[in-house]
T-cell receptor, first 114, second 115 residues
Framework: KNQVEQSPQSLIILEGKNCTLQ??????????LRWYKQDTGRGPVSLTI?????NTKSNGRYTATLDADTKQSSLHITASQLSDSASYIC?????????????FGTGTRLLVSP | GAGVSQSPSNKVTEKGKDVELRCDPI?????LYWYRQRLGQGLEFLIY????????KSGLPSDRFSAERTGESVSTLTIQRTQQEDSAVYLC?????????????FGSGTQLSVL
């Protein structure tokens, strides 16, 4: 069964600190892996998209890594800000070109405390 | 428009009533998706529209659920005879052409509460 598992479920860090969120997947075939940020009451917003051949991708203070061999990904947030408080969702795309069949993780809820 | 727009933002209904949710995708986006997000769970795929092709309805949970899209614009998701288990946030997303590595743009969702 195609699954995406994220850890931890929730995390509290102090403003200015770094953190790393984990994602393991069993989706096959694999097309790409995405990280989304979802603020409370809003839709998810794309942070990064990585294909099989990409090991790392950055978007400002967000850096995602992908190990396609072990089927693991991580999202590293540097110098956290209060506005980083949100749910971070790992999503794996499985399917032929032309149709996106996305498998969503349940997210890691991050709270950045002042 | 500037982004994906969904309405209403909140809907409270009584069990057994029909509801209609609306999605306005980003202008020019040919691909449109509906997802359901239950509390504490990951997004579940419901239906996918791509241009004038037949929609992929493989995610619709029952025949009480249906969706339509007019050309490459507005889409409506209809839930008939609502049940309490239908309570969730219904999210719509669009993308330029539905190809593999495109970014999806989500609306803010409709929070549906069935009493």
């Amino acid at each position: 069964k195609n699954q995406v598992e994220q850890s931890p479920q929730s995390l509290i860090i102090l403003e200015g600190k770094n953190c790393t969120l984990q994602c393991n997947y069993t989706v096959s075939p694999f097309s790409n892996l995405r990280w989304y940020k979802q603020d409370t009451g809003r839709g998810p917003v794309s942070l990064t998209i990585m294909t099989f051949s990409e090991n790392t991708k950055s978007n400002g203070r967000y850096t995602a890594t992908l190990d396609a061999d072990t089927k693991q990904s991580s999202l590293h947030i540097t110098a956290s800000q209060l506005s980083d408080s949100a749910s971070y969702i790992c999503v794996v795309s499985s399917g032929p070109t032309g149709f996106q069949k996305l498998v969503f993780g349940t997210g890691t809820r991050l709270l950045v405390s002042p | 428009g500037a982004g994906v727009s969904q309405s209403p933002s909140n809907k409270v209904t009584e069990k057994g009533k029909d509801v209609e949710l609306r999605c306005d995708p980003i202008s020019g986006h040919t691909a449109l998706y509906w997802y359901r997000q239950r509390l504490g769970q990951g997004l579940e795929f419901l239906i996918y529209f791509q241009g004038n092709s037949a929609p992929d309805k493989s995610g619709l949970p029952s025949d009480r659920f249906s969706a339509e899209r007019t050309g490459e614009s507005v889409s409506t998701l209809t839930i008939q005879r609502t049940q309490q288990e239908d309570s969730a946030v219904y999210l719509c997303a669009s993308s330029p052409s539905g190809t593999g590595s495109e970014k999806l743009f989500f609306g803010s969702g409709t929070q549906l509460s069935v009493l």
